[in-house]
């Protein structure tokens, strides 16, 4: 199947996993452990897609926490239903909230959280269809492209 994965690093990926189980409701699929138990590679599905979560391996492969918490990228997660509890779940086990969740002028309602090593994460359920004209209206913004 074409498309596109992620791949985040951690100091502890072990925990990593535990806890986007438990925040996210993601679930383990796949899990490669070298002879002293440390994670090789992992996956970790959410609908039909995953992400790849795997330890830090060399300078260019990091943990935020072990950067002084930058991030290159936000890793995304499209929900069908109830943002609100998925919102509270996420916080209940954790999360550092750096935007609570809010309706966008795209349609979606959305919220953005930190993972205990500083990974972003965006969370976002449709809650309205709304049209180019309506977005552009809204956001102020010319938009080429539309889905």
């Not at 985040?8 to 996210?24: G, H, I, R, S, T």
């Not at 992400?51 to 499209?78: A, F, L, Y």
Request: hydrophobic residues 40%.
């Amino acid at each position: 199947m074409a498309g596109f994965r992620s791949a985040l690093f951690y100091q502890d990926p072990k925990a990593a996993l535990a806890w986007l189980e438990e925040a996210f409701g993601l679930e383990l699929s796949m899990l490669l452990e070298d002879g002293e138990g440390n994670v090789v590679h992992s996956q970790m599905t959410f609908g039909e897609n995953y992400v790849m979560i795997g330890q830090e391996w060399s300078d260019d492969h990091k943990s935020p926490k072990s950067v002084g918490g930058k991030n290159t990228q936000t890793v995304s997660i499209q929900i069908d239903t109830d943002i609100e509890a998925h919102f509270a779940r996420a916080k209940a086990a954790g999360a550092v909230i750096d935007a609570e969740p809010a309706t966008q002028f795209y349609g979606d309602r959305t919220y953005r959280c930190r993972d205990p090593e500083g990974h972003i994460w965006s969370v976002s359920q449709t809650v309205a269809v709304v049209s180019r004209e309506e977005a552009e209206a809204a956001s102020g913004l010319k938009i080429i492209g539309w889905i």
